[in-house]
């Protein structure tokens, strides 16, 4: 496959050209009733809303033009297959195909790739066997009694994704059972977690790809020694969820272990076995298959050439449209659903990560921007918070809402004729149309600009199988951008430096405290470490 | 007090030349032991590290002389003392004098606003008694037992700060007492929280300031209705904190009542009342007041001029040199302390609402940057995250870490010689010479830019004043740069126009569904609302 240069597409300069005059959302009759209902898409049971982005049938004419000219479907579609996705021509890198769709075309009779499929179906139906012992009673703690909660101990996408989708869905919990989450290497988050559950009747769920994760193997070993101080056997309350061959692939040390594989990354491994002992303990695996179908109704979908009815396509670039043709750095997700509260932190790593990059899959610096800084909270709380900025500040940020026609719980409460959930929607559209067409006002404090773009996505119920879609919406999403800007958006070299470097200090810190140094503790710790020769400067090499 | 216009300044005019060749931090030699000595500043028990900032002596020096010329801590001590500096010169404004420092000012035994502070004290005082009546079990409920949690139902200021120092603080919980919050409008929100509470034991602190709040309202029926289910009586549950005259300030409906004044925005109000009561509650008021103790501290510190020796001034300057001068739109806050993981939330509010602006306090529009856009999440999760953005992406984000000397719990785990909380410190000093040093490599994808600019704030350990001195830099570091770029960081008038078409929206579905217009619900609600005549499109008054 030809890696071609983003700058180099004829259609990447006609779209430069048609940015110099974006649509206008201010002009009277800008968003009419028509363009309401012809700008939308519907993929996976969610409804793309895109009337309030700045563009017109030009612009999307010629970003058809983009994904065709780039091949987007085309890359898609050989990723899915097996084709070697992970790689940089002409210099070292990972060299591995990219194959999380994998784990969802479990459904399909002629999956893309049978092998990644097969090895899916086998740990599915490994896990399928673990959560029956423990329903049925065969795994039992030393007393004899069930488990009830299990604590993920991973950190970055053994952490993120997981939990986002566990606290979306907590109210499938199944009775007597729930997931708890330990990552940062800060020992208060271990120790409040661990303070909180009854050790005796809790498993612990060690996931590392690598089996070499620093926080992980810290927190691995801070779980055990409270096990033992406990007097509980670690390796009755432990599960491992690694690589083939990897150092915590070691069946003795783990009441139970499951595998990953090297062509799923982190921050793609959610629907991988990753997401699947914890989700499936506290959820229940029809609940966790159920996210695999969602996933992958929107994985087929994905495949679809028009732009205008592949909604993940469509989001990739009118999120190029917004980053690269209008200049917008920023992209903040707004779900409107306190449910979604961590998705916005697991997109953080999946499209950050994946494309925070300045390398084109040629090895050369790219000229033109790349991923955008990816933030958000839920609505309407962020309507009392930062929404400020986004109506009236100096600097635009493009917004997608993510929404739903029902509530999980079907508590509503009607006031004044409408319900929460209405009241909530309502909200949600009300946000976008002001983005759009801002308010002349004769006091200048109460202008607003307006032209400031957004999408919409909404479903019909926050359920496994709808979360299952909107995950899968997003990885394509930014898998889509990925291939257009031309960049490996399934490394991380970026993460190196950091983790070298604080490598040293503790070295440094390590071997002074061998040597009796004084002074380590306490106040002058970091002049201590900071000014500790030799270790702050990175070679250059 | 005359306001002046931030590019009529001569020092934004010297500032622009010195931005041309900003401080190279990739050079060898750049970050030597020297300038990490001398680069860093103490207030209120935090050291602030800016080495690896993109400045010199010349920057510092015009920065100072903008903060003289901008009159910054001359408004600072102004705002203190009372004068009106919530307004716009010419306009219809809120036009009220802005005292949250009052209520930390209890501790001065000449404080800058007698009244203000008085009316704090009040507070506070009568805060005491209800406190002491819950643990002398005057208080108890309908079967005489303590009252174990209390439920904050307020959205905004009136959650984000509370909600944030609650989190950063729970290792200080009473025994048997905690806090829980409500917000959204969403009902699954509240659903969430109702579902796992014991009602007949929980109080609910509705805060609202106006009264007037749609979220906070709908939820406080929602509340009532749950209170009347279980048999119980609202009125011997429910606790208000709202501005004296308010529609809730009725206190025959209420347990007990406290007062907020409109002198206090939503944004700052942590420290009165609408913090006051939750955390009082479930950490004591001991704790409270020492959270008091601490914000002073650095409220009284920040009246230095010097910037080099006033911290939130540095940090705002700092900022505006990031911002105005090196051109950067973001702010990353990255607090190596799981406790802080509801910070970067506050901050989005205080920060982005108060000074995402584009009118001048003249009432003309900017032509500068004012506030950044503001978002963060706890290192070390982060650095597995988005860290890969912030070292190899295409755009430059300026970081601001956070970290402690110590842990909260101090349940650390030594493994190679250094413990959890030194490989935590390690990680965020290593991560901040990373970005500013970079890195060569013949490798093009393992190659860092360097030249990305970040400070450190480090503190001993998380405690309560420690917490509201970290509150308090950042308040006062906001407003610094508000007055710096003289707009209103006290009005959220950006937040109006969302609010009036959401009504709009409401109100046509209300009256179709009282006309009994079918499909309002199900799929076609946001068609419905969208395509709804007359009320998308804002009048342009």
């Keep these: 496959m030809l890696f071609r240069e983003f700058n180099d597409l004829s259609s990447v300069r006609r779209l430069r050209q048609l940015a110099e005059t974006p649509y206008d959302l201010t002009r009277p009759g800008a968003l009419d009733g028509e363009r309401l209902q012809n700008y939308r898409a519907a993929t996976g049971g969610f409804d793309y809303l895109y009337a309030t982005q700045r563009l017109d049938e030009q612009t999307l004419d010629s970003l058809q033009d983009l994904a065709d000219e780039a091949g987007l479907v085309e890359q898609f579609i050989a990723m899915k297959s097996g084709e070697v996705m992970n790689r940089i021509e002409g210099f070292d890198s990972e060299n591995r195909p990219v194959l999380h769709t994998a784990c969802r075309d479990i459904f399909s009779d002629a999956p893309r ?6 090895q899916a179906r086998e740990q599915l139906a490994r896990l399928r066997r673990f959560l029956d012992d423990l329903d049925r009673g065969r795994i039992v703690n030393h007393r004899g009694e069930t488990f009830t909660t299990m604590v993920q101990v991973g950190i970055g996408g ?4 997981p939990r986002a989708l566990y606290i979306a869905l907590e109210r499938y919990r199944l009775p007597g059972r729930s997931a708890r989450f330990i990552a940062n290497v800060d020992p208060d988050d271990a120790a409040a977690v661990l303070s909180s559950i009854d050790l005796s009747r809790t498993l612990f769920n060690v996931v590392s790809k690598s089996g070499s994760t620093l926080e992980t193997l810290t927190n691995e070993r801070l779980v055990k020694a409270a096990l033992r101080d406990a007097g509980l056997d670690p390796a009755r309350h432990l599960l491992a969820v690694t690589g083939v061959g990897s150092p915590m692939d070691n069946p003795r040390d783990y009441l139970a272990s499951f595998h990953m594989y090297d062509y799923i990354g982190g921050r793609y491994s959610a629907t ?6 914890t989700l499936g303990f506290a959820l229940g695996h029809d609940v966790f298959v159920e996210i695999l179908k ?3 109704a929107v994985d087929v979908a994905a495949e679809e050439r028009s732009i205008r009815a592949n909604v993940p396509l469509l989001m990739a670039l009118t999120g190029i ?6 200049g917008h750095q920023t992209l903040a997700v707004l779900p409107y659903s306190q449910a979604l509260l961590r998705f916005p932190a697991h997109l953080q790593q999946c499209d950050m990560e994946s494309n925070g990059k300045s390398i084109s899959r040629n090895g050369i610096p790219v000229s033109w921007p790349t991923g955008p800084i990816v933030w958000g909270e839920p609505g309407t709380n ?3 918070a930062f929404y400020q900025l986004l109506h009236q500040g100096t600097t635009t940020v493009p917004a997608e809402f993510i929404g739903f026609r029902r509530s999980q719980y079907g508590r509503d409460i009607t006031v004044d004729n409408t319900s929460s959930q209405e009241k909530l929607v309502a909200n949600m559209l009300a946000q976008s149309m002001a983005l759009a067409t801002g308010r002349e006002h004769a006091n200048p404090n109460k202008r607003f600009a307006g032209n400031r773009p957004s999408s919409v996505l909404i479903g019909d119920r926050l359920t496994p199988a709808s979360m299952g879609a909107l995950l899968a919406l997003y990885e394509s999403k930014i898998v889509f951008q990925g291939f257009c800007w031309n960049i490996n958006s399934f490394d991380q070299e970026g993460v190196q430096l950091g983790k070298v470097l604080a490598g040293r200090l503790l070295d440094v810190l390590a071997a002074a405290r061998e040597n009796g140094s004084k002074n380590l503790d306490g106040k002058s710790l970091e002049y201590a470490l900071l000014t500790a020769s030799g270790c702050l400067n990175p070679t250059r090499k």
């Design 113 to 118: 790739h049978p092998g990644a499929t097969e």
């Design 158 to 161: 053994s952490d993120l994704g």
């Design 272 to 277: 991988s076995m990753v997401g699947g002992v």
């Design 294 to 296: 969602g996933a992958h």
């Design 321 to 326: 449209w917004n980053r690269c043709f209008l």
């Design 382 to 384: 962020g309507q009392h």
